[in-house]
């Protein structure tokens, strides 16, 4: 093998070593956003089986999910945008928070306390300044 090959070896071994070390943080980037929550009722116990539906604003796209066993949610891979997050059951007012802002690579919380419902009663909350 000549001094050159070897060089060249070397070289490319270098390269491939060098991408082999940046490849695990690129792939590691996430290009999508969720929201997490809690949802509870006036006592502040867990109100399992409600729809939590998401809708992007801009969009329009909608994505709805049941809360689980301990009203715990999770939507995630969402595009980055602005969001409605509305919360429904029988039993309770349904609950709209409006203007909530996902970005890449973040998770954002909404927690919900739904209040018991009178005849047709809609809580809405603004966007927030987070």
Do not use: H
């Not at 956003?33 to 809708?55: E, Q, R, Y």
């Amino acid at each position: 093998m000549t001094q050159r090959t070897r060089a060249s070896l070397i070289a490319a071994a270098a390269v491939f070593l060098a991408c082999w070390q940046v490849l695990p943080r690129a792939m590691a980037q996430v290009l999508y956003g969720s929201v997490v929550g809690n949802i509870t009722d006036p006592s502040g116990a867990a109100v399992p089986g409600v729809t939590v539906k998401v809708t992007n604003v801009e969009t329009g796209l909608v994505r709805e999910i049941v809360a689980n066993e301990r009203g715990g949610f999770v939507l995630p891979d969402l595009q980055a945008g602005r969001y409605d997050v509305t919360v429904a059951s029988p039993s309770f007012a349904t609950f709209t928070q409006r203007g909530i802002d996902v970005s890449s690579n973040a998770v954002v919380r909404v927690d919900v306390q739904l209040q018991l419902a009178g005849a047709a009663e809609t809580v809405t909350v603004g966007a927030s300044g987070a």
